[in-house]
DNA sequence: CTGCTTGCAAAGGCTTTGCAGAACA
DNA sequence: TGTTCTGCAAAGCCTTTGCAAGCAG
């Protein structure tokens, strides 16, 4: 995995033109959040990349850290996960995929897109379409 | 659909069986609610359950709205969703069945199982087992 | 009786908002 | 310079909890 050093600025441009790319201005405090969550693909909730974002350098405020959440979802950049009411989550990779969701342990994993097949003939309500499916498989401890 | 109608002594056996034969006493309050939920499937906010509840009759205390249902859930008398984290809804079917959902409008819909197929080979993490699978189809308005 | 349940109000936890100052273009 | 963004604290909202009074069995 290609790690992703928001020091380097090699990284750093990578990270910009991203966020560009999704008609997001580029701030520091965006910047910095969005390689928190690139920085390795993972399924965050808004405190943990809060905590995430502080562990070093200039800390950006809890406000900013829910604001550009929402935004970089409303965006494209990411994707928001409702796998229980507790709290929100958020995943670095939108490509489709669905996931497996523990609610004792609250961990979410990936289920690879490939090994789910959905065949769905239902027709959406007049005058919507459908913009996504999500798919979670709720766990137990077995036995 | 046979209505429920908690004043009719017959429906109200039929309640307390059922919340009985989940290991729920059947208290004033939750054959109320049972009542509620049970007399038209839908899919309902615990804040919409409490204003239908109250309609009629003696009201029911926000607390224990949320307790019962928490309950019953538990229990699986009904079925907690997860479609956005504003709030949980109830469903009041409980078999295998998915749900579209416009987050615009903040509606629910059921989608027949028969119309959706789901071919699954992925294993799920060690020392747990498959509890459910939730298919949410997110809508927007078309075009 | 004895334990479970209810109700009220207050607290809890996640998220949003209001507004002044800072950054950006 | 005008617009957008940030940060702090406070508010908002859904949900849970503490505790005394009430009910079920």
């Not at 701030?27 to 959040?33: C, L, N, S, Y």
């Given at each position: 995995m290609s790690q992703i050093d928001p020091q380097n600025s090699e990284h750093r441009k990578k990270i910009v033109q991203l966020l560009r790319s999704h008609g997001?201005?580029?701030?520091v405090q965006r910047v910095k959040i969005a390689s928190t969550m690139l920085l390795r693909p993972m399924h965050l909730s808004a405190e943990q990349v809060l905590a995430l974002t502080n562990q070093t350098g200039r800390p950006v405020s809890k406000a900013t850290v829910y604001n550009s959440l929402g935004l970089f979802a409303r965006k494209g950049l990411i994707r928001e996960l409702f796998?229980?009411?507790?709290r929100a989550f958020y995943d670095s990779s939108t490509h489709p995929h669905h996931h497996f969701y523990n609610p004792l342990t609250q961990e979410i994993c990936d289920i690879d897109p490939k090994q789910v097949h959905i065949n769905m003939n239902a027709q959406p309500p007049a005058g919507t379409e459908i913009s996504g499916i999500e798919v979670v498989v709720h766990l137990q401890p077995k036995e």
């Amino acid at each position: 995995m290609s790690q992703i050093d928001p020091q380097n600025s090699e990284h750093r441009k990578k990270i910009v033109q991203l966020l560009r790319s999704h008609g997001i201005s580029p701030t520091v405090q965006r910047v910095k959040i969005a390689s928190t969550m690139l920085l390795r693909p993972m399924h965050l909730s808004a405190e943990q990349v809060l905590a995430l974002t502080n562990q070093t350098g200039r800390p950006v405020s809890k406000a900013t850290v829910y604001n550009s959440l929402g935004l970089f979802a409303r965006k494209g950049l990411i994707r928001e996960l409702f796998v229980d009411q507790e709290r929100a989550f958020y995943d670095s990779s939108t490509h489709p995929h669905h996931h497996f969701y523990n609610p004792l342990t609250q961990e979410i994993c990936d289920i690879d897109p490939k090994q789910v097949h959905i065949n769905m003939n239902a027709q959406p309500p007049a005058g919507t379409e459908i913009s996504g499916i999500e798919v979670v498989v709720h766990l137990q401890p077995k036995e």
